[in-house]
């Protein structure tokens, strides 16, 4: 079944995607979504450049050769665009078998391992009165698993936290926005938000926390064991993980959960602190990390540390990228939750979509492929409009991670 059409189509509802359409010489159509958040352009360039001419002509139906082609071929390997470009070849793939089969993807990837896929929402505040309010406000919609962010005082634009509840969007703007950072207040104030969620709410309910890259491995040590009496379901990116083993000495002094991943782009990215157990989550995504296929080989390799799927979900991963991650949640053995945020109306109606959010679950139906089409005459009504992702900086100016 050889390929015989590919187009990168950029669309902005609401905010940018970049998405593949594979089609092969009988008519059936591929989708995958290749977005990396205010690098849009670059992802575009690399398939159109370089990796579409070698696909005209190649076997749709070989899904993990063309993954290795385009992985082991590239001399440069690696990367986020490269990933991202495979990841888009990759997903529309899936979609393709699937649609040929007439069968979801989950089932080719060897059925269901459980009913409906658990995820978690976002709740934040600019004060914890705020925050208590809106992790209510997620309880009574069945969430069992809530992210929780709050303002932290005397820290302009903390992490997280906006006027707009329902769709967090951080990129935005023509230049990037610039943030500030202070790293003893943000310490002093946490533990109390999640020591007032604990007596109001009681521990039934499993919470989660973002620290985006902010600490040290020392810091994050002590932020661990100083929210240890409030049992997160995890805390998240406690520290940059260019440095793998920085995750060691947070190990030895914390018993809270760790997860992180959401910027690794493959396997080698993540194998110490796999196979040194350093942390409980990884979190890489299909549209960054290689796609389905990518995600099936760092989901094997965590298996047999004790190590969860947590797989990244924010708004710039298209309800493609969604799916193929809901798919593979469906699976895979070793999952562990889904980040889950919610797209506006007009994103959804240029990327309808077969998947349901009930209760704090995410329900398939049984749509052949992926389950997600793209109104491409929609989707020219919304044309590429350049936004970036904020920068941090210290209170004394000095650049910080965002």
Known sequence: MKITDAKVIVSSPDRNF???????????????????????????????EHLIPCLIGMDAQNIEDIWQYFYRGAYWRRGPITMASIAAIDMALWDIK???????????????????????????????????????????????????????????????????????EPAAGALPEVCSWNTAKYLDFIPGIFEKLRATYGYDVQL???????????????????????????????????????????????????????????????????????????????THAGGITGLRKIAALAEPFHVKTGCHGPTDISPIGMAACMHFNLAVPNFGIQEFMIHTEKINRVFPAGYTLKDGYVYLDDQPGL????????????????????????????????
């Open 208 to 286: 989660l926390h973002d620290v985006h890259h902010r600490l040290t491995p020392n810091e994050a040590a002590h932020l661990g064991k100083s929210l240890e009496p409030f049992r997160l379901f995890w805390l998240e990116d406690a520290t940059p993980a260019e440095l793998q083993e920085g995750f060691r000495h947070i190990r030895r002094h914390t018993t809270t959960p760790l997860a992180v991943g959401e910027v690794f782009n493959s396997i080698y990215d993540c194998t110490t602190l796999i196979t040194e157990q350093l942390i409980d989550y990884i979190r890489t995504t299909s």
């Open 98 to 168: 699937g649609k040929l089969a007439n069968m979801p993807v989950y089932q080719l990837l060897g059925g269901k391992s459980r009913k409906a896929v658990l995820v978690y929402g976002h709740a934040n505040g600019s004060t914890e009165d705020e925050v208590v309010e809106q992790v209510g406000h997620y309880l009574a919609q069945g969430y069992k698993a809530i992210r929780v962010q709050c303002s932290v005082p005397g820290v302009q634009d903390s992490y997280g936290v906006s006027a707009d509840k329902a769709f967090y």
């Open 371 to 402: 389950g997600v089409d793209l109104d491409e005459k929609l989707a020219g009504q919304y044309p590429y409009s350049r936004k970036y992702l904020p920068v941090n900086r210290l209170e004394d100016g000095s650049m910080w991670n965002w």
């Open 18 to 48: 970049v998405t593949l359409k594979l089609v092969t010489e009988d008519g059936t159509y591929g989708l995958g979504d290749a977005t990396v958040n205010g690098r849009e352009l670059a992802v575009v360039a690399y398939l159109q």
